[in-house]
Nanobody, 125 residues
Framework: QVQLVESGGGLVQAGGSLRLSCTAL?????????GGWFRQAPGKEREYVAR???????YYGDSVKGRFTISRDNAKNTVYLQMNSLKPEDTAVYYC??????????????????WGQGTQVTVSS
C-alpha cells in the first residue's frame, strides 16, 4: 500500500522560509509519473503549487513562481518544497500528491491518485 507522509510545516513570519518534505512508503517516488504539491486555505478550493516529473522536470503555479522550489532526492525517496519569501497569503494546508498514470491536467487535483495527510503552513504578517 502506498503512503505519502509529509512534514515540515509550521509558523513563520512573512519573508521567512520553510521546507516541506514528502516521503513515499511502499513505492519509489521516481516511479510515479508525477509528484506534486497542492495547498488549500480555509474556504477555498485546493490550489496547484508545483510538480516534478519522473524525469525531474519541474513546473510551478503562477502564485509561487520564483519563490518556491520543488525537488526530489531519490536516495531518500522524498520530494521537497522549499518555500522562500513567504507571504501571509501562502497560509494553507499543504498536500503532497503523486500520480502513477496519466489522467487529466497535471495542475488539477483530480489527476493525482495518492495524497498525503497535509501539513499546516501559517505565515504571520
Amino acid at each position: 500500500q502506498v503512503q505519502l507522509v509529509e512534514s515540515g510545516g509550521g509558523l513563520v513570519q512573512a519573508g521567512g522560509s520553510l521546507r516541506l518534505s514528502c516521503t513515499a512508503l511502499g513505492r519509489t517516488f521516481s516511479s510515479f509519473i508525477m509528484g506534486g504539491w497542492f495547498r488549500q486555505a480555509p474556504g477555498k478550493e485546493r490550489e496547484y503549487v508545483a510538480r516534478i516529473s519522473s524525469g525531474g522536470s519541474t513546473y510551478y503555479g503562477d502564485s509561487v513562481k520564483g519563490r518556491f522550489t520543488i525537488s526530489r532526492d531519490n536516495a531518500k525517496n522524498t520530494v521537497y518544497l522549499q518555500m522562500n519569501s513567504l507571504k501571509p497569503e501562502d497560509t494553507a494546508v499543504y498536500y503532497c500528491a503523486a500520480a502513477a498514470s496519466s489522467y487529466g491536467l497535471w495542475s488539477r487535483a483530480s489527476a493525482y491518485a495518492y495524497w498525503g495527510q497535509g501539513t499546516q503552513v501559517t505565515v504571520s504578517s
